[in-house]
């Protein structure tokens, strides 16, 4: 949606490597941070999120990490493998609703 | 426990047409929404209900309506469809404003010749 930034758009790694996606977003009002996965033909799924009073949260492979002064969150993901390959949507909370960012696609390579 | 359900999963409307997505979820959710999504344009919210009896306008409201009679259900309309309205609708629930995961259901293909 609007006033939300995903970066890359595309990101390709080898199985093993980690990969990084950083959501900037405007809303200074913002204090909950999802972070969703989208498989093809499919609906997009929750893998993790965070509050705005936590600065990371892990959870095994993935982690979030939040800087609420610079107003960004990153994605984190560790020993990528072939299924992590999707689209990846960060939607920080805005008012009622999720206000999602333009996607991800990652590329996981054997 | 179905979660979010969408009917129906695919439709081919002509120009002008009109037609009804149906969205319905089981898990007593007080919010809905309704999602479009283009090649490359993410997610757009065009409607959302944060109770039964209410709706709201998202970011993409132009030309479709949408009604929550019931709780459990929230409605998609387009009275007269245009080729622009070719798209993947996504309805989606949550508990309510809080944090929490929201679901999805698992999409609508519309077609609009």
């Known amino acids: 949606g609007e006033n939300v930034e995903q970066h890359p758009s595309t990101l390709s790694v080898q ?5 990084v996606i950083k959501c900037t ?3 200074s009002a913002s204090n909950y941070f999802p972070w969703y996965k ?3 033909g499919k609906g997009p799924q929750l893998i993790i999120d ?3 009073n936590v600065g990371e949260k892990k959870d095994q492979r993935i982690a979030v990490t939040l800087n609420k002064t610079a107003k960004h969150f990153s994605l984190h993901i560790t020993e990528t493998q072939p299924e ?3 689209v990846y949507f960060c939607a920080p909370l805005e008012g009622y609703a999720l206000n999602f960012g333009k996607g991800t696609s990652l590329l996981v390579t054997p | 426990n179905a979660g979010v359900t969408q009917t129906p999963k695919f439709r081919v409307l002509k120009t002008g047409q009109s037609m009804t997505l149906l969205c319905a979820q089981d898990m007593n959710h007080e919010y809905m929404y309704w999602y479009r999504q283009d ?3 993410g997610l757009r919210l065009i409607h959302y209900s944060v109770g039964e009896g209410t ?3 998202g970011e993409v409201p ?3 309506n949408v009604s929550r009679l019931k709780k459990q259900n929230f409605l998609l309309g387009l009275e007269s469809a245009a080729p622009s309205q070719t798209s993947v609708y996504f309805c989606a629930s949550r508990q309510d404003r809080g944090f929490g995961e929201q679901y999805f259901g698992p999409g609508t293909r519309l077609t609009v010749t």
Do not use: C, F, V
Request: aromatic share 8%; net charge negative.
């Open chain 1, 15 to 19: 199985e093993g490597d980690s990969a």
């Open chain 1, 25 to 27: 977003y405007s809303d």
């Open chain 1, 38 to 40: 989208q498989e093809l």
């Open chain 1, 50 to 52: 965070i509050r705005s």
């Open chain 1, 84 to 86: 992590d390959s999707a």
């Open chain 2, 39 to 41: 090649p490359g344009m």
């Open chain 2, 55 to 57: 709706t709201a306008k």
């Open chain 2, 62 to 64: 132009d030309g479709y």
